[in-house]
């Protein structure tokens, strides 16, 4: 048994669950349950309330919830409840089967569009409460950005493989290579089935709007197939969050002299501070405090930044200095500055009353587990309206 269970207080009102988790782990019943040495309960119990409980154990940023919610941070001990999580999660996975528990659907039929976290969470609840659910995806096989975004060394791809298995024995129908707005129309969907769900993530890259742009590369077709991208000896990742993480550590493990530049600092990255500490690890430089101005043949032009306190002493804002343009040579530049739901798939969807979305594609951008948290909202939207 991990030791850090028997250090769990199972508080009454767990912060870590309540206020630390999007989707309101039951963190004291199932640490109650690991110490009886009763896993299969503790992993059914975190199955149903999180499908995905098994990948967020692993990719979570745990210091903004449950770990950083722990009220053992009083004495800077908090629960490393996370590796109980992963312990649990893991072992029930390998064998989990669906099962229906609810009729909350029953004599529904309903397709879910996407196979990442949010659609992938969907299936599996709408299947457990009766639904006839077909699943579809651009992509050929399940997973969604976990299975072609987040790098292998980071999440293994056994946790997709469980739920193409699970799925495929429930008798889940899956249409791989449908992508909606091309193979798929909302309004054919709308028609043919009594709900929609769209959970097809936000695919659309942000933009610098700076000259020069098109030279560079987008970090989410590079991590998709890294290997189809030559990047040379030196390599340049702009951007701050998980994804430029995953991209930078990846072009290391490519053979790439791998620099991160980003126009705040460390602070303001809004990367899990645990990937930015292993992408240091793995041997990745970082340039704070640097704007791009222009791609040019051969590298980037970046001009300083400087964090400046108003004299009011609101909020610090990140200001760039005019005249410190400087050159820095590069064979490749990686564009992970964020990307964006289609507004124009946005905006139609919300001509049908029997469509929902849910993850990214309604959200942004945002975590494993929040895009989970996300899917739960629109199934309980769904389920009273239908």
Known sequence: MNPEASRCLLCKK????LDGCPVHTPVPECVSLYRQGRLDEAGELLFRNNPMTAVTSQVCDWKKFCFGHCVLNVKQMPIRWYEIEQEISGRYLETA???????DFAGRHIAVVGAG???LSATVWLYEAGAQVTLYDANPRMGGVLRYGIPAFRLDKKYCDAFER????AGVEFHGGAELGKDLSLMELSASYDAVLVAVGAEEPATLGIPGEERAVQALPFLKDPSACKLGKKVIVIGGGNVAMDACRTAVREGAET???????????PANPLEVEEAKADGVQFKVFQAPVEVKEGGVVFR???????EDGGRVVTRIIDGTDHFVEC????????????????????NYKNVFMAGD????PATVVEAVASAKAALESMKNSL
């Open 14 to 17: 767990p912060k870590c669950s």
């Open 97 to 103: 089967r669906l099962q229906r528990r609810s009729e």
């Open 117 to 119: 976290p949010a659609g």
């Open 166 to 169: 699970m799925l495929s024995e």
């Open 259 to 269: 620099w991160v530049y980003y126009r705040k600092t460390f602070e303001n990255m």
């Open 304 to 310: 300083d930044c400087e964090n400046v306190v108003p």
């Open 331 to 350: 064979d490749t530049l990686l564009l992970a500055i964020s990307e964006k739901p289609d507004a124009k798939l946005q905006e139609e969807a919300r």
């Open 361 to 364: 594609f309604l959200t942004g």
